[in-house]
């Protein structure tokens, strides 16, 4: 490895998502918290993974789990106190494991103290993005991501404010260096703690046209792709990182949703580095939550056009699943322990560095929500609430309820086949576990060599040879709608990965050597790819 490879500790490791209301619930009381994040340390050394990313744990009123801050520098008493979060980054720091997290710096809650003096038409009105309205309407056509106008009015206010979200999620002023300067000071509260780092959430949204004028398709998408990477992105991060990022060790990763592969690479420039690492969309905007018909020679060529567009200047992450998206073998697997292996070996073998959601090391499936009570997530509620108001039936709002629900990756980790799948021994849970944990669960693959847990051990393992982190991509056969076969190429070392994308067998493609695979996880026949087998072979 070259000292630039063996100094960015966050390349080679391996990225743990944790949705802390749902990994474990330390206190009893039916969420997950610090303590059970604590608690579970040692089964992520055991796992291997090198950082811990949780999801929000600042103060927050939790209307939207916690991306709806109400203050960057305190922790939400529901998942513990600020003792429980120093203790967790001490003792993650001890097993080698780095905290990450995340933050969300585009919006507030309404009920953040800031957002309060505005309202009030206090010296912080400014903070946040205010315009009157056009003949008693909106100010714009901007629609919201969660669905209806992004700007709402006060009772008894003459203007509207901005929320590219929830209304409960008021958009800040970024052109405020007020702003800026508060944000940069709670970053580096966090840092100075001992946090790894932050997942900066939807980063490239902050900087906006100040004449936030109309849109030509204001659907969340194209809105999406016409607001990010605004005029004076760069200027913004180029200060964080002057002014927080350049004083520590640390990670920057930037969630960048609608932002191409092109506009990405400037953010993550070696010679110019405004993040450490994108996070993008393009893989999780394929089949979102539910299984349905999905390109699968599109999805090759978006790893292809990543790979070539950052992967050897800058650095890129590969991501399929998270706490918005549902589970990936649910997605595009058929829910067998053998897809679910497959998907791991697709993440965990790219030049990038991998995040792997909680549970999707056990193969964790969509849950079989009955009613809307059974149903937590905001977005979701919006749905159905639209869907009935344009006609819809209760049956087929509530089906298309279920179709996009964020709460089938928030189910509660399925640690046992006991109470409450091992999460709490709390009488009910916020969330309902899925029934399926009496059989699939952490405990039972424990001892299980041919668990999926025991495959994605080994697989994160592999990611010791720089090979498997470093290593040129090339996609061998582009044009293949079945499988998607692709070299790893270092310093004269050269390993080939061939993936059926199908749950039916498909013959050995060409390009893959006819030679015994490592870390097989379905079928024997060298001239055959078993359904969603992942054939690893040593060239």
Known sequence: MTASERADWWKRAVVYQIYPKSFRDGNGD??????????????????????????????????????????????????????????????????????????????????????????????????????????????????????????????????????????????????????????????????????????????????????????????????????????????????MR?????????????????????????????????????????????????????????????????????????????????????RISSRFGDGSPESAKMLLTLVLTQRATPFIYQGDELGMVNAPFESLDDIDDVWAKTTYRLAREKGRTEQQAFAATVAMTRDHARTPFQWSAALNAGFSEAETTWLRVNPNHTTLNAAAQEHDGASVRAFAKQLIALRDDPLWVFGAFEDLAPDDPDVFVYARTYEGRRAVVALNLRGEAKPRPDCVPALTPILPNAGTEIDTLAPWEARIVLV
């Open 30 to 239: 039916g969420v997950g918290d610090i303590r059970g994040v604590i608690e579970k340390l040692p089964y992520l050394k055991d796992l291997g993974v090198g950082i811990a990313w949780l999801s929000p744990i600042f103060a927050s009123p939790m209307i939207d789990n916690g991306y709806d801050t109400s203050d960057y520098c305190a922790v939400n008493p529901l998942f513990g106190t600020m003792a429980d979060a120093e203790e967790l980054f001490e003792e993650a720091r001890k097993r080698d494991i780095r905290i990450v997290l995340d933050i969300a710096l585009n919006h507030t809650s309404t009920q953040h103290p800031w957002f309060q003096d505005a309202l009030a038409q206090g010296e912080k009105r400014d903070w946040y993005w205010w315009r009157g309205g056009r003949c008693g309407a909106a100010p714009n056509n901007w629609r919201s991501i969660f669905g209806g106008p992004s700007w709402s009015q006060p009772e008894g206010d003459d203007q509207f404010y901005l929320h590219l979200f929830d209304k409960s999620q008021a958009d800040l002023n970024w052109e405020n260096p007020e702003v800026r300067s508060a944000i940069h000071a709670a970053m580096r509260f966090w840092l100075d703690k001992g946090v790894g780092g932050f997942r900066l959430d939807v980063v490239t949204v902050i900087s906006k046209e100040p004449d936030l004028r109309d849109v030509i398709d204001p659907r969340p998408a194209p809105l999406y792709r016409h607001i990010a990477g605004g005029p004076r992105l760069h200027e913004f991060l180029r200060e």
């Open 242 to 326: 002057r002014e927080v990022f350049a004083h520590y060790d640390c990670v920057a990763i930037g969630e960048a949703p609608g932002v191409d592969p092109a506009r990405a690479s400037k953010l993550v420039d070696p010679a110019d580095p405004m993040l450490d690492m994108i996070y993008h969309f393009d893989l999780v905007a394929m089949n979102p939550v539910v299984a349905g018909p999905w390109d699968r020679v599109a999805f090759k060529r978006i790893f292809s056009a990543w790979d070539k567009g950052i992967g050897a200047n800058g650095w890129n992450s590969v991501v399929i699943s998270n706490h918005d998206l549902g």
